[in-house]
T-cell receptor
Framework: EAQVTQNPRYLITVTGKKLTVTCSQN?????MSWYRQDPGLGLRQIYY???????DKGDVPEGYKVSRKEKRNFPLILESPSPNQTSLYFC?????????????FGDGTRLSIL | KQEVTQIPAALSVPEGENLVLNCSFT??????LQWFRQDPGKGLTSLLL?????REQTSGRLNASLDKSSGRSTLYIAASQPGDSATYLC???????????FGAGTQVVVTP
């Protein structure tokens, strides 16, 4: 089954404790992206990657890091999480011809940073 | 930067009525315009994608139009059903097709 898998689905942690949210896709997609969703602000793009070793900032990259060492994985790293990063996070992927093909989304990761 | 707006924020209709959802964007040099559905506690499901060279796309009861000159896209859902209740989001990219801006969404309730 074609899917985008995020782990963990839920996490409660404390300020300053480094965490990684993993994202994996099994569709051989070149493009992957991370978003956060907050009430009243909608979905905002954090980082995206057009291919392996190619990453670019979205609209809200501050406080986040990403890496794309393999095509299927695109982890989101919070080096020193803060309460304002409490949010619902989504990973998405799309084929290289992203202009013509829609994005596939994971089920989301709900992060609470105390 | 592409700005995407959806009005209204919420909509309630009786079953059987046609739904019309609006999306406006600021940059007419748009690569594509996508419509998504989001159910509570779930991720987004792609409904329709309209490329910049297209005027509309159709899938079953869904039809989406794109008017770049006016900066608008409209999603029509014919003969609405209670199962259509969800939040509908539109998203567009300009400048770089990888950089996507979302509208805040329209929450739809279809009452039996």
């Amino acid at each position: 089954e074609a899917q985008v898998t995020q782990n963990p689905r839920y996490l409660i942690t404390v300020t300053g404790k480094k965490l990684t949210v993993t994202c994996s896709q099994n569709m051989n997609h070149e493009y992957m992206s991370w978003y956060r969703q907050d009430p009243g602000l909608g979905l905002r793009q954090i980082y995206y990657s057009m291919n392996v070793e190619v990453t670019d900032k979205g609209d809200v990259p501050e406080g986040y890091k990403v890496s794309r060492k393999e095509k299927r994985n695109f982890p989101l790293i919070l080096e020193s999480p803060s309460p304002n990063q409490t949010s619902l996070y989504f990973c998405a992927s799309s084929s290289r011809t992203g202009r013509e093909q829609p994005q596939h989304f994971g089920d989301g990761t709900r992060l609470s940073i105390l | 930067k592409q700005e995407v707006t959806q009005i209204p924020a919420a909509l309630s209709v009786p079953e059987g009525e046609n739904l019309v959802l609006n999306c406006s964007f600021t940059d007419s040099a748009i690569y594509n315009l996508q419509w998504f559905r989001q159910d509570p506690g779930k991720g987004l499901t792609s409904l329709l994608l309209i490329q910049s060279s297209q005027r509309e796309q159709t899938s079953g009861r869904l039809n989406a139009s794109l008017d770049k000159s006016s900066g608008r896209s409209t999603l029509y859902i014919a003969a609405s059903q209670p199962g259509d209740s969800a939040t509908y989001l539109c998203a567009g990219s300009a400048g770089s097709w990888g950089k996507l801006q979302f509208g805040a969404g329209t929450q739809v309730v279809v009452t039996p």
